[in-house]
């Protein structure tokens, strides 16, 4: 579906710096990163809204400079600041302007969604709130039948039943093996229960990318008094954290490794992750993944 190879990017002062990873179909990648680590403009290289300065993107093994109009027709999005719609306009007027510009459009699943969503078709864009209009923008994206699904934090202004019923809908999309989604998102334990790939950005660098399971078989979070904690071989340990009395750490891991039983151990979430390895590469310049 995707595949960057040795990409960069140069946006004002900010730079994406020689990405590589792949996507492939029947998967759901998390986006993952601090804000301004460089997800919207890697999102944005995806969609064809900017264009690499090196290196190579392929979109369904296409390049956007001989296939922009293919590529755009199977690619759906669901964008915080979209540029598609008119605040007068109302909303099954716009998807109807919009649509036939794509060749699988149909008004019938549009209507459908709109009304799984309740959303008035007949309301103006400028009349709906942030939610509403996460909610059209998904419903847009899913009538004109796409294969790709790329979405820049959709779930933040989502009420939390709505967001139980966007991630079955993400999950129903790829079932069939020939569809996938890629999701930037702060909500990190969304992504513990339903992305496959994650894709760690920091300050315009690719970390991780890979199967997610196998970014967190390599930790284990490690907790308990910090005088314990401490006994821990300096090299396993990524980073820690401790005051007088409390310690913890994320620290490399294989099933070898044994640990004191009075220390707490676990699988790491990936916001312990993100956050430890981030500090990391703050605090001691190293990038444990590399």
Known sequence: MICFEKVSKQIGNFSLQNI?????KGYIMGLIGENG????????????????????????DREYEKEEC????????????????????????????????????????????????????????????????LKFQLAFALSHQPQLLVLDEPTANFDPEFRKRFFHILTQFISDGEHSVILATHQLYELDRIADYITFLHQGRLLYSGEKEALTDMYRMVKGEACRVDLLKKERIVCNEENAYAGSALVRHTDKDTYDSKLTVSTPSLEEIMYYLIKGVDHYGKNDLE
């Open 20 to 24: 590589s990873f792949m996507l492939p």
């Open 37 to 60: 680590a460089g997800k919207t403009s890697l999102l944005n290289l995806i969609l064809g809204l900017y264009r690499p300065d090196n290196g190579t993107v392929r979109i369904f």
């Open 70 to 133: 293919n590529i755009r027709n199977r690619i759906g999005f669901v964008l915080l600041d979209p540029d598609l719609f008119f605040g007068n306009v109302r909303l099954m007027d716009h998807a109807d302007q919009i649509g036939k510009y794509y060749a699988d459009y149909d008004r019938d699943i549009l209507q459908k969604y709109c009304s799984e969503f309740s959303l008035d078709v007949r309301k103006k864009w400028k009349k709906l709130s942030k939610g509403e209009r």
